[in-house]
């Protein structure tokens, strides 16, 4: 079983950044893709980017491309998620997940960290 532990949240002013990482157990990190997904009170979890094994392919939610960045480092086997001009728009909780095949939907992820709250102010 692959665990996923995210950090990094908190509460940040509009226009200001914040960096999440994601920590994965195993040795099979370098193998697995890497998503990030984000939650807001009383809607559906959605898709914010994704990254695949090598780095070398990127995906990203239209709402966040320009402003967030992932990137991972297979030697401390750890994703990040660096977001920069944030809205009050992007609060939610925030999650990492792994899956062997990249991809942008929450069904075709296999395993989820808890999550780590993002709190922009206005």
């Known amino acids: 079983q692959v665990q996923l532990v995210e950090s990094g949240g908190g509460l940040v002013q509009a226009g200001g950044s914040l960096r999440l990482s994601c920590a994965a157990s195993g040795r099979a990190f370098s193998s697995l893709s890497m998503g990030w997904f984000r939650q807001a009170p009383g809607k559906e979890r959605e898709f914010v980017a994704a990254?695949?094994?090598?780095?070398?392919?990127?995906y990203y939610a239209d709402s966040v491309k320009g402003r967030f960045t992932l990137s991972r480092d297979n030697t401390k086997n750890t994703a990040y998620l660096q977001m920069n001009i944030l809205k009050p728009d992007d609060t939610a909780v925030y999650y990492c997940?792994?899956?062997?095949?990249?991809?942008?939907?929450?069904?075709?992820?296999?395993?989820w960290g808890q999550g780590t709250q993002v709190t922009v102010s206005s």
């Open positions: 997940a792994a899956t062997w095949v990249i991809g942008t939907v929450v069904a075709g992820y296999d395993h």
């Open positions: 990254i695949n094994w090598s780095g070398g392919l990127t």
